[in-house]
């Protein structure tokens, strides 16, 4: 009896760890596409400020309409 009893506490605790590693799978691959998506936003903002610069735009302009810093637009 003791050992069916064991067997069904090593059963529910091998499910309960595969669940466990499941659901920080997700958990992993949704931040991780979060933080990616988000750094391609700012490498885009980037871009599109770097290529106003070489344009002549205004820096306050850049600024306005990117949201970057203006040491981060004078840096590019």
């Keep these: 009896m003791c050992e069916v009893i064991d067997i069904m506490i090593n059963k529910g605790r091998e499910e309960g760890l595969a669940e466990g590693r499941q659901e920080g799978l997700v958990t992993g691959r949704q931040e991780g596409l979060a933080e990616g998506l988000a750094e391609g936003a700012e490498l885009e903002k980037k871009n599109i400020a770097q290529g106003?610069?070489?344009?002549?735009?205004?820096?306050?302009?850049?600024?306005?309409l990117t949201g970057l810093s203006k040491e981060m637009i004078l840096s590019l």
């Design 52 to 64: 106003m610069k070489k344009k002549g735009f205004d820096i306050s302009l850049i600024m306005e």
